[in-house]
């Protein structure tokens, strides 16, 4: 159950009266299991939190108001105590998204189940997405993505457009829309 503290600051900051941190994006750990050729985010940060630690800032965040929380990395997945953190947030009606590479969602799909949407990185189709992130990385995504919307869970496509990749674009909305997957074009 919600509590009344809680509901009244989402309803504040709704109405713009005063601000609370009503929803999360949180990277858990740098650590990850590709190397995209772009990305910086592959090597564990020096300073990220310890178990303990990392329930007691979300548990500040849920006393301040927080009704969303985004996971990321890194590889979210990756983290020793994903399926704990995914369980602690869901016990106190906090809605938890995903943003992953996909790869290991066939590993945990009860973790998987427990969210309310997973979003998944391609470059493009299997050659662009291969080249910057690994060969493999693509089917892998793919068999992710399919075992999550299997699951019952939203799952989108997320695809930061660049030089690398923008002739590829149509290429990819035709595929998703085979998959019946929608995807989500950002700017890097
Ligand atoms: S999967 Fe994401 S976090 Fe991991 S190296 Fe690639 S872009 Fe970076």
């Known amino acids: 159950m919600i509590s009344p503290s809680i509901i009244s600051k989402g309803l504040v900051a709704r109405l713009g009266i005063k601000t609370y941190p009503l929803s999360l994006t949180y990277e858990l750990s740098w650590r990850c299991n590709l ?15 310890q178990r303990e630690d990392i329930f007691k800032v979300l548990g500040e965040f849920h006393k301040l108001g927080m009704r969303i929380t985004n996971l990321d990395g890194g590889e979210a997945l990756l983290h020793r ?3 704990e953190i995914v369980e602690w947030l869901v016990q106190r009606k906090i809605t938890v998204t995903m943003h992953t590479n996909g790869m290991l969602i066939p590993n945990k799909l009860d973790t998987i189940r427990k969210l309310s949407g997973v979003k998944i990185s391609l470059d493009g189709p299997r050659e662009n997405h291969d080249a910057m992130r690994g060969a493999g990385s693509f089917d892998k995504a793919l068999v992710g993505a399919k075992a999550a919307k299997s699951a019952g869970v939203p799952v989108a496509f997320t695809c930061t457009v660049g030089r ?3 002739q590829t674009i149509d290429a990819l909305i035709a595929m998703a829309e085979e998959l019946d997957i929608p995807v989500i074009f950002n700017r890097p």
């Open 35 to 49: 190397a995209c050729s772009y990305c910086d985010r592959h090597t564990p940060m020096r300073s990220e939190l």
């Open 164 to 166: 690398h990749n923008i």
């Open 81 to 83: 105590n994903i399926d």
